[in-house]
């Protein structure tokens, strides 16, 4: 029997997994090893339970007393914090769901490496922040990295049987996101409820306001290079209001092949569930005819600066991912906070890389995990401070 475990199995994603894994079978098809979550220590018991987990983790210590009781009697165990999520990652499963948002997703991943499992991998953050150390990991103990980013699974699958070398170009599509038709003088007006409010998507908040601010498709380009590894200047993104072609790779003799499907996650979680083999998905069959038209354009350099910043960032190579995405969480906490407008966060990201820069510390490559966890620290302070100084 298959045996597997849940990053973040609480979340966007960790549900649309745990739906699929009871589709098929639930306890009865699969072992499952561990299930994390946050403060909805409710949810992850109720889920700990149906699959019969060994472990439930929360992310928080101070939850720990409500996830033993909700847990009592059951057999299985109950721990918290953040060593308890590495604990949980060093128990071996033969795939993996890394879907905890943020940087905080690299550890645990990271670590389930070691057993060579195979890493559904939802975390884009990881390929940001830490590319080639996550690759050169899973080569070194024999694993595998299955994308679950719709674009980069999109991308993957229109690759089977093809040859890396003969890919002329990438194009991932992104939505526009909730703001996409406002004009551009008012993006400076918008508030955290507008910015959420996603037009094809169900996703978690963070990553909804990310498609707004395009930041998302910003990580989603390094997350193509790093994956991939095709050249930035071979990575394009369209805007697609409609969301139903997700990516496309272009060949050497022309062909542009397409991956269209329904908005739905539990596609790209599906692929990489039941990869090599494709079983039947419970997603939305496409009906071309009636959808009638597909559109396109190119992204506004202005609306979308975080594009701009992610070829920058792309160009300087070294840990300049992990400063890119750190300011990002930072600026993103500072919108949804209040303490930012929505186009202040690309000017504190942009700053923040300046800073960076000039401290010399960007443009060298990580030789470790620590390195790079020490330079999201660093440029967590840095964007930290700068939002002070704005406020003085
Ligand atoms: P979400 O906010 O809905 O869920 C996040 C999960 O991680 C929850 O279980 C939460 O409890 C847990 N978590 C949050 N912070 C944590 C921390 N500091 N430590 C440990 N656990 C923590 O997020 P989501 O939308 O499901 O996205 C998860 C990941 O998948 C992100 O990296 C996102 O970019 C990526 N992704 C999401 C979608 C989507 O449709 N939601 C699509 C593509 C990629
Ligand atoms: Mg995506």
Same mark, same amino acid.
């Given at each position: 029997?298959?045996?597997?475990?849940?990053?973040?199995?609480?979340?966007?994603?960790?549900?649309?997994?745990?739906?699929?894994?009871?589709?098929?079978?639930?306890?009865?098809?699969?072992?499952t090893?561990?299930?994390?979550?946050?403060?909805?220590?409710?949810?992850?018991?109720?889920?700990a339970?149906?699959?019969?987990? /060994?472990?439930? @983790? *929360? +992310?928080?210590e101070?939850? !720990? &007393? #409500?996830?033993?009781?909700?847990? $009592?009697?059951?057999?299985?165990?109950?721990?918290?914090?953040?060593?308890?999520?590495?604990?949980a990652?060093?128990?071996?499963?033969?795939?993996?769901?890394?879907?905890?948002?943020?940087?905080?997703?690299?550890?645990p991943?990271?670590?389930a490496?070691?057993?060579?499992?195979?890493?559904?991998?939802?975390?884009? /953050?990881?390929? @940001? *922040? +830490?590319?080639?150390?996550? !690759? &050169? #990991?899973?080569?070194?103990?024999? $694993?595998?990295?299955?994308?679950?980013?719709?674009?980069?699974?999109?991308?993957?699958?229109?690759?089977?049987?093809?040859?890396?070398?003969?890919?002329e170009?990438?194009?991932?599509?992104?939505?526009?996101?909730?703001?996409?038709?406002?004009?551009?003088?008012?993006?400076?007006q918008a508030?955290?409820?507008?910015?959420?409010?996603?037009?094809?998507?169900?996703?978690?908040?963070?990553?909804?306001?990310?498609?707004?601010?395009?930041?998302?498709?910003?990580?989603?380009?390094?997350?193509?290079?790093?994956?991939?590894?095709v050249?930035?200047?071979?990575?394009?993104?369209?805007?697609?209001?409609?969301?139903?072609v997700?990516?496309?790779?272009?060949?050497?003799d022309?062909?542009?092949?397409?991956?269209?499907?329904?908005?739905?996650?539990?596609?790209?979680?599906?692929?990489?569930?039941?990869?090599p083999?494709?079983?039947?998905?419970?997603?939305?069959?496409?009906?071309?005819?009636?959808?009638?038209?597909?559109s396109?354009?190119?992204?506004?350099?202005?609306?979308?600066?975080?594009?701009?910043?992610?070829?920058?960032?792309?160009?300087?190579?070294?840990?300049?991912?992990?400063?890119?995405?750190?300011?990002?969480?930072?600026?993103?906490?500072?919108f949804?906070?209040?303490?930012?407008?929505?186009?202040?966060?690309?000017?504190?990201?942009?700053?923040?890389?300046?800073?960076?820069?000039?401290?010399?510390?960007?443009?060298?490559?990580?030789?470790?995990?620590?390195?790079?966890?020490?330079?999201?620290?660093?440029?967590?302070?840095?964007?930290?401070?700068?939002?002070?100084?704005?406020?003085?």
């Amino acid at each position: 029997m298959r045996s597997l475990s849940v990053f973040g199995a609480t979340g966007s994603i960790g549900e649309s997994t745990f739906d699929l894994l009871q589709r098929q079978g639930g306890r009865a098809a699969f072992r499952t090893v561990a299930l994390t979550g946050g403060r909805n220590v409710a949810r992850l018991a109720e889920q700990a339970r149906a699959l019969g987990a /060994e472990v439930a @983790v *929360t +992310a928080h210590e101070e939850c !720990l &007393a #409500e996830l033993r009781a909700a847990l $009592a009697g059951s057999g299985i165990a109950a721990a918290a914090g953040t060593s308890a999520l590495l604990e949980a990652a060093d128990r071996p499963a033969d795939w993996v769901m890394s879907a905890i948002v943020g940087a905080a997703g690299l550890a645990p991943g990271f670590r389930a490496l070691a057993h060579g499992a195979t890493l559904a991998l939802a975390n884009k /953050e990881s390929l @940001v *922040t +830490a590319g080639p150390l996550l !690759l &050169a #990991e899973a080569a070194r103990h024999g $694993a595998r990295i299955l994308p679950v980013d719709s674009e980069h699974s999109a991308v993957f699958q229109a690759l089977v049987g093809e040859d890396i070398a003969a890919v002329e170009r990438i194009i991932i599509t992104a939505s526009g996101g909730a703001l996409r038709d406002w004009p551009l003088e008012r993006l400076v007006q918008a508030s955290v409820a507008d910015a959420s409010r996603h037009p094809n998507w169900s996703m978690g908040q963070r990553i909804t306001i990310d498609s707004a601010s395009m930041f998302n498709k910003a990580l989603e380009l390094i997350e193509t290079h790093e994956y991939f590894g095709v050249a930035p200047d071979r990575i394009e993104v369209l805007v697609h209001p409609e969301s139903i072609v997700h990516a496309l790779v272009g060949f050497a003799d022309g062909a542009l092949m397409a991956h269209l499907g329904a908005p739905d996650m539990r596609h790209a979680i599906g692929y990489a569930l039941n990869w090599p083999a494709r079983a039947p998905l419970p997603v939305a069959r496409l009906d071309l005819a009636a959808l009638g038209r597909l559109s396109f354009q190119a992204p506004d350099p202005l609306r979308w600066p975080a594009l701009r910043l992610a070829r920058e960032v792309m160009a300087s190579g070294g840990t300049a991912g992990a400063v890119f995405n750190a300011a990002k969480e930072v600026a993103l906490d500072s919108f949804i906070s209040g303490q930012v407008g929505f186009m202040d966060m690309s000017g504190l990201v942009e700053a923040t890389l300046d800073k960076m820069v000039a401290r010399q510390s960007l443009g060298k490559a990580a030789t470790s995990l620590d390195m790079v966890l020490q330079t999201d620290a660093e440029a967590r302070a840095v964007a930290r401070a700068l939002i002070g100084q704005n406020k003085d």
